[in-house]
């Protein structure tokens, strides 16, 4: 009975793998939407703002609110317009309440495990971000909160006399601060208005580093000039490397280069870790051997070591077994409790050699 118990544990393992990639942000990329929806994303230019602000009393005045979201859109290049009148391609509602309103459990996986995903938790100042294409409410929905969770006692603390506007001015400083609008250039696949951002000399780095996760993401390929420039920058790099690593395989030399000739262990790592991504994304064993030859390199840095381990267990291949088990051999001979990154590479070792010890066995 050995065996088949072995198979159904490498079947597992094998269906895991499997759902692990079809579960990241870049392969379910707008998976969900039909040809028609996806033409007219690509046509968005304008966008209607349709906000709601409700407090204890009442619906109250959202002008103020209405604004902040026209005006963070503008810095995307979309076009706002406040009246449902006027010509618009899609709408974008902002429900902002003192007190939310609980609406029901939400999904778990993708994007609902994210910080600003709803919480049905969270009971209280909250603005709720969807949008309608077509007249349809799509499934992507954000949420942004205060930083605390009764506007009573914040208002009392504040000596504010209004508590239902004080949550309001609260949320509104929220929005101006976050990223909705990249969120929803990427939702709509406009690759274009994210790289004009990045390539502005106004663009903060935090809001670079932001692109970059999204263009990767998004597996905007079009994106791998401004990737590879933003290499130089070494705040940058490590994203960057990140990013590439959800593109095509024409970023494998690069990677391998920078793996093996950056003076920044940062980098090596980053870079290691990007093979390891593109290698499992695409299937693509060539990043085997690369990998191989910097994990037998005896001057390879233990933090640059762990994550050529653990790029190897993301590309299962036999070639991998007897290397890690005579590095996992080396390892378990040094006795050192208290070296976290010793701990971390024998984690890294262990779970790559289960990898690919199962995988050849039985795939």
Request: hydrophobic content about 40%; proline content about 5%; glycine content about 6%.
């Amino acid at each position: 009975m050995r065996y088949p118990f072995r198979c159904v544990v490498a079947s597992i393992l094998l269906s895991i793998f499997v759902l692990t990639l079809l579960a990241s942000p870049g392969l379910a990329y707008r998976e969900y939407f039909t040809p028609e929806q996806r033409a007219q994303l690509e046509k968005i230019q304008t966008v209607f703002v349709d906000v709601l602000a409700l407090t204890d009393k009442g619906t109250t005045d959202s002008a103020s609110l209405v604004h902040i979201v026209a005006q963070r859109l503008t810095e995307v290049g979309y076009k706002a317009v406040r009246n449902s009148g006027e010509a618009h391609d899609v709408v974008l509602r902002v429900k902002c309440e003192q007190r939310k309103t609980w609406e029901g459990t939400a999904v778990t996986g993708g994007d609902a495990d994210l910080p600003d995903a709803p919480s049905r938790l969270w009971k209280g100042p909250a603005c709720q971000l969807t949008y309608l294409l077509g007249g349809m409410k799509i499934k992507w929905q954000k949420e942004v909160r205060t930083e605390f969770e009764d506007a009573i006692a914040a208002a009392q603390t504040a000596q504010a006399p209004d508590a239902g506007r004080y949550a309001m001015t609260k949320l509104q400083e929220a929005l101006e601060k976050y990223e909705f609008p990249l969120l929803l250039a990427a939702e709509w696949g406009h690759s274009d208005r994210l790289l004009k951002l990045l390539d502005s000399p106004d663009t903060s780095q935090a809001r670079k580093l932001k692109i970059m996760s999204l263009l990767g993401d998004m597996q905007a390929d079009a994106a791998m000039p401004k990737l590879k420039e933003a290499l130089k920058d070494r705040d940058l790099a490590r994203q960057a490397l990140s990013a590439i690593g959800n593109l095509g395989r024409d970023g494998i030399p690069l990677l391998v280069e920078l793996m093996n000739t950056s003076p920044q262990l940062e980098v090596q790592a980053a870079a290691a870790k990007s093979l390891g991504q593109l290698g499992g994304l695409h299937g693509d064993a060539s990043v085997v051997l690369p990998l191989l030859a910097k994990l037998q390199d005896p001057k390879t840095d233990w933090t640059v070591l762990t994550e050529v381990a653990w790029a190897l267990g993301k590309i299962p291949d036999k070639r991998s077994i007897q290397p890690l088990y005579d590095l996992d051999k080396k390892l378990q001979a040094i006795r050192d409790p208290d070296n976290v990154t010793l701990k971390k590479l024998k984690e890294a070792v262990f779970w790559s050699i289960k990898q690919c010890d199962t995988w050849d066995q039985y795939s």
